[in-house]
């Protein structure tokens, strides 16, 4: 066999390398837990609440939905946290905040007994907030089954007091299904909650800050539409169903629906 010469050997290795695909490494956003390049921080404009929201984060929520609107939610509001988990009966973090005497906690959850914000007497809240005292609600973030295995399993959440409030419109969650009319994003539902709060005297957000969560909320659900029909690309999810415009989706009959909120 012929041996090949220096300049031949250089010119096949060179053809080697450029037939070699390279792939620019990815970062991730550890405040949004997007990678960076597509993250939406930029837009998020952080603002303080006298409410402090304690998000109960399910862990499929944490590790598979790195989409989720809970993260957005902590990196917007300042006075909140979240707590991974889904049985926390034992979870020293929200047990403290429940004993301490110098908060008011409440679980943001439908049911019989919730306290509406919307239309029902506030004034247990407007005492709460006379008398010092903080107002701690929890969430559960989660998918609404996950939501409600975590409402019966966690026995301190599952006995505090409940408080939602009457929604004016569906979820703007259009990527996504959801089981009921009245069934929003955490994201939505503080929106929502602080904007009724704000309205009832609970809250005060001059200027409406809250608004903010909106933004970036759409930002990234015309993100997630804009990869679900990009055929080069798998969808946010993963898969490579694409997307369908939510009044071309076959709607569940009413009757095979299981319950999806633990009754109180």
């Known amino acids: ?14 053809k080697r390398l450029d037939a070699v695909v390279t792939y620019k490494k990815e970062t991730t956003c550890f405040n ?3 990678i960076k390049e597509n993250c939406r921080c930029h837009l ?17 929520e944490a590790k598979k939905e790195k989409l989720g609107t809970g993260r957005i939610c902590r990196a917007t509001l300042r006075n909140s946290e979240i707590i991974i988990g889904i049985d926390f009966t034992r979870n020293e973090e929200v047990n403290a905040l429940i004993r301490d005497p110098r908060n008011d ?7 019989r007994k919730s306290l509406d914000v ?14 010092g005292r ?26 505090l007091p409940r408080i939602g409030f009457t929604a004016s419109h569906e979820s703007i969650f259009y990527i996504k299904e959801q089981p009921a009319a009245y069934c929003l994003s955490t994201l939505e539902s503080i929106h929502f909650f602080l904007s009724e709060a704000d309205r009832r005297g609970v809250e005060r957000l001059p200027g ?23 055929p080069s690309r798998s969808s946010y999810r993963g898969s490579k169903t694409g997307y369908s ?11 095979a629906m299981r319950s999806i909120v633990l009754p109180d």
């Open 32 to 34: 949004c837990y997007w």
């Open 1 to 14: 066999m012929r041996p090949m010469d220096k300049a031949a050997y250089i010119e096949l290795k060179r």
């Open 134 to 159: 903080r107002l701690v609600i929890f969430l559960v973030d989660g998918t609404w089954q996950c939501a409600k295995k975590m409402m019966r399993q966690s026995l301190n959440i599952r006995s």
């Open 245 to 255: 415009p939510r009044e071309t989706r076959k709607k569940r009959k009413p009757s």
């Open 44 to 60: 998020i404009k952080p603002f303080d609440t006298e409410i402090r929201f304690v998000i109960l984060m399910h862990f499929k």
């Open 208 to 230: 409406r800050p809250q608004d903010n969560l909106i933004v970036v909320f759409k930002s990234m659900i015309d993100f997630m539409v804009k990869c679900a029909l990009d």
């Open 118 to 131: 919307s239309k029902d007497d506030v004034s247990p809240l407007l005492e709460t907030k006379k008398s």
């Open 105 to 111: 906690c409440r679980v943001m959850y439908p049911g």
